[in-house]
């Protein structure tokens, strides 16, 4: 009976190593399953900085302005939309900087194609782009659209934090009633306090730039 429950014990210990989910040798409680972390990552910012195709054209820089692609995997469960927003904490005004948001994004999509940010036909379906920091400049290339860094000359690399909420509700502004055309500190609010546990996970990506 002995070298039946060694030979078991032993089957156990190896299913686990596997990350198999098996009845324990004494207890009987089951072995813990960690779920794969909700991700969020870019092959356009994958040495962890901006090239000059993503700064922004205009305030003194002179990039191409396209948003970067983004992908992201394991969405959270019971997840209905997906929300991003992009914020340098380091701009010298106070308050930091927003330079992209995007609401509504549906469960199903994996990602965001390079220039999503500057075409809303771009966009999967449903989508929108809400407003940022360059709202009514006409610098971004229009409102709701994406705003490449640009910070002063002179400054230490400032952290560009791309932010992606997985939320239980279809809709952000509906769920909130605020206005699709809030702020992005509003919706930001909304984001990480007001829809409580409606908000299933976040996952994020930081990159840098400095002027050169």
């Avoid at 399953?33 to 922004?56: E, K, M």
């Avoid at 449903?126 to 409102?143: E, R």
């Avoid at 002063?152 to 605020?178: C, E, K, M, W």
């Amino acid at each position: 009976m002995n070298a039946i429950k060694s030979s078991y014990c032993g089957s156990v210990a190896l299913a686990a190593a596997l990350g198999l989910s098996v009845a324990a040798c004494g207890g009987g409680s089951a072995v813990a399953q960690t779920p794969p972390a909700f991700a969020l990552s870019s092959a356009d910012l994958a040495g962890g900085t901006f090239s000059n195709q993503f700064v922004l054209n205009g305030l003194g820089c002179s990039g191409s302005n396209v948003s970067p692609e983004l992908r992201w995997s394991n969405v959270p469960a019971g997840t209905k939309s997906l929300a991003l927003q992009v914020y340098d904490p380091d701009a010298p005004t106070g308050s930091g900087l927003w330079h992209w948001t995007v609401y509504d994004i549906p469960a199903t999509a994996s990602g965001l194609a390079q220039g999503a940010g500057n075409d809303a036909s771009k966009l999967p379906a449903g989508a929108f782009g809400g407003s940022n920091d360059f709202q009514d400049t006409g610098v971004n290339g229009g409102n709701g659209k994406y705003g490449g860094p640009c910070p002063p000359q002179g400054d230490q690399s400032h952290h560009y934090v791309f932010t992606l909420y997985a939320l239980a509700v279809d809709r952000v502004n509906v769920a909130a009633s605020i206005p699709a055309t809030g702020t992005p500190a509003l919706f930001g609010f909304v984001l990480r306090k007001g829809l409580g546990p409606a908000l299933l996970g976040t996952a994020t990506l930081t990159a840098t730039y400095a002027k050169p």
